[in-house]
């Protein structure tokens, strides 16, 4: 009796016995990547004790905040590591739902208020600025982003977004060689161009969307298209953002979407 007891305690103790997996982790594939390809820009459109309560305790989320004190500063919320919920349903050139491939960074800004003379945006201190710099520079460098992959929420969900708005420094991450900007030469003799002549409505929907933006190919401007040209002119051409088409939005356009010529090696310029 006492032999098939003790039999039975061993089968017991056999069945709960946890199997470790081997892993042998000398090998390493070579067609991998890291998860963030992107970083996208926000702001929070609340005060700094709202903003801090809506990215913790609910389930829309960032990786960063950054706050608007005197000497702003950043929480980190969620690890780099994890998918944060900022960018919601959203596309990028062949990339969806950009949550997964993305580091999202909130800035405490109001963002807008309406008036009787339309809506009144809100400027970043310098202050924030020269804060969020260095940590773009820094996750830039740990993760090899590309340049045209630095975005605001707006570009990539331009048909229910508009942060970081039109009073965000875009020029200023331009000049810290973070994001790339169009040459104001070419641009001016494109503009002399396309003022005699502006682009269709197929020519703007295929530059839009070649530059990245999801835009409708309708051949017409439609309310989507607008919006679509109105989050590619806050950044570009901040001064004017109505979503009309242009000589200037599309010689913007086209500097962007078309690389500049390179001289052949050794050839000599002719005055």
Not at 122 to 138: E, G, H, M, N, V
């Amino acid at each position: 009796m006492k032999k098939i007891a003790l039999a039975l305690l061993v089968a017991l103790l056999s069945a709960c016995t946890t199997t470790v997996p081997q892993i042998d982790r000398s090998l390493t594939a070579r067609g991998q990547s890291p998860r963030v390809k992107f970083i996208i820009i926000h702001y929070t459109v609340s005060d700094l004790p709202r903003s801090i309560k809506i990215l913790t305790e609910q389930e829309v989320s960032s990786h960063y905040l950054l706050t608007d004190t005197a000497r702003p500063s950043f929480y980190a919320l969620v690890d780099e590591s994890r998918q944060a919920n900022h960018a919601g349903v959203s596309n990028w050139k062949t990339y969806t739902q950009l949550n997964v491939s993305s580091i999202g960074i909130e800035i405490v800004n109001p963002g807008f208020t309406e008036s009787p003379q339309g809506r009144i945006w809100y400027p970043f201190p310098q202050a924030q600025i020269d804060q969020l710099i260095p940590l773009l520079k820094d996750i830039v460098a740990r993760y090899n982003i590309s340049p045209e992959n630095i975005l605001g929420h707006n570009e990539i969900a331009p048909q229910r977004k508009q942060d970081p708005g039109p009073l965000f420094p875009w020029r200023q991450l331009a000049d810290a060689g973070l994001i790339v900007w169009p040459d104001a030469n070419r641009v001016a003799a494109q503009r002399v161009v396309y003022e005699q002549m502006l682009p269709d409505a197929v020519w703007f929907q295929q530059k839009l969307a070649k530059h990245g933006y999801a835009t409708p190919q309708t051949g017409v401007f439609d309310e989507a298209t607008r919006n679509v040209l109105i989050a590619f002119q806050m950044k570009y051409r901040n001064t004017r953002f109505d979503g009309m088409p242009d000589a200037e939005t599309a010689a913007l356009l086209e500097v962007l979407t078309t690389p500049a010529p390179v001289a052949p090696a050794g050839a000599v310029a002719i005055k």
